[in-house]
């Protein structure tokens, strides 16, 4: 599934010539955990009241979770060809009124968090048990709304949301830590009240007994820091902030698809 939703990444990507390989790419391992092993969610009833929710609060990196979705049948994978194509339902962030499956609209950094912990607030008065998940960039973390955040999902002790930190350490403009150093960012999650567990953002046993984990967590939110590679599987990209929002040429394309396979 992995090789999959990394092929219709750069697909989607290649065909609309423009959008964001790099930080879709060192996600992908994380998404195909919640997707396929770890989230309540039924591709047949979309709008299932008591199914897990994922918020993509780096939303430019819509490209993974159209192919995670596509693989998992919400829709054709056809369809990913169609990306940012006038007309086409997928646009290039996340619109949850146009996809099934697309749980928040996102694209203005920063406010994921927020609407995480809403869905999961809501959850809580209405005795649902379901879990949300939110995925940040952590180039986002210099965005003063996710402490504001942060601290709402402490101060509410909400135990059924859990935080994902695509930490590639890229951001457009460079390092992370010289752009804007926000580390260490599993301490500053800690400070802020979370129960923290670093992993390998690439090693999918060590993702799945962290979300187990988190699971298992009362009284407090949850913030998983991933150690990724920004372009991960690809040569020619992986640790380059060059590739955050650049398509492949034809013959990049092509070099590409080779390596994943």
């Known amino acids: 599934m992995l090789q999959k939703l990394e092929d219709g990444i750069l697909e989607g990507i290649y065909n609309a010539k ?5 930080g879709s790419l060192s996600c992908a391992d994380i ?5 396929f092993n770890q989230m309540n969610i039924n591709e047949k009833e979309p709008q299932m009241k008591a199914r897990d929710k994922f918020v993509l609060s780096k939303g430019h990196c819509a490209p993974a ?7 998992r049948g919400y829709f054709g994978e056809e369809e990913l060809k169609n990306l940012r194509k006038l007309g086409s339902k997928l ?13 928040m609209s996102t694209g203005s950094l920063g406010q994921g968090l927020s609407a995480a912990n809403g869905m999961a607030i809501a959850a809580k008065l209405d005795k649902i048990e379901n879990r949300i998940y939110c995925l940040l960039g952590d180039g986002e973390l210099q965005e003063g709304q996710i402490w504001e955040a942060a601290m709402t999902s402490s ?16 951001q457009i403009d460079g390092e992370v830590s010289e752009v804007m150093n926000i580390y260490p960012i599993d301490e500053k999650f800690k400070s802020f009240g979370f129960e923290v567990i670093n992993v390998d953002g690439h090693d999918i046993p060590e993702i ?3 979300f187990d984990s ?4 009362k009284g407090k939110p949850t913030a998983i820091v991933a150690k990724t590679i920004k372009g991960k599987g690809v040569s020619f990209m992986e640790g380059l902030a060059a590739w955050h929002g650049v398509a492949p040429s034809e013959e990049e394309y092509t ?6 396979i």
């Open 18 to 22: 423009s959008g964001h390989p790099g």
């Open 31 to 35: 998404l195909t955990v919640l997707y």
């Open 65 to 71: 979770l159209y192919s995670v979705l596509a693989q």
């Open 91 to 103: 646009q290039g962030h996340p619109d949850m009124g146009g996809v099934l499956g697309v749980d």
């Open 155 to 170: 101060h509410y002790k909400l135990d059924n949301i859990c935080v994902i930190v695509d930490n590639n350490d890229l």
């Open 208 to 210: 799945i007994a962290a």
């Open 214 to 217: 988190a699971k298992k967590i």
């Open 255 to 260: 070099i590409a698809m080779e390596e994943l």
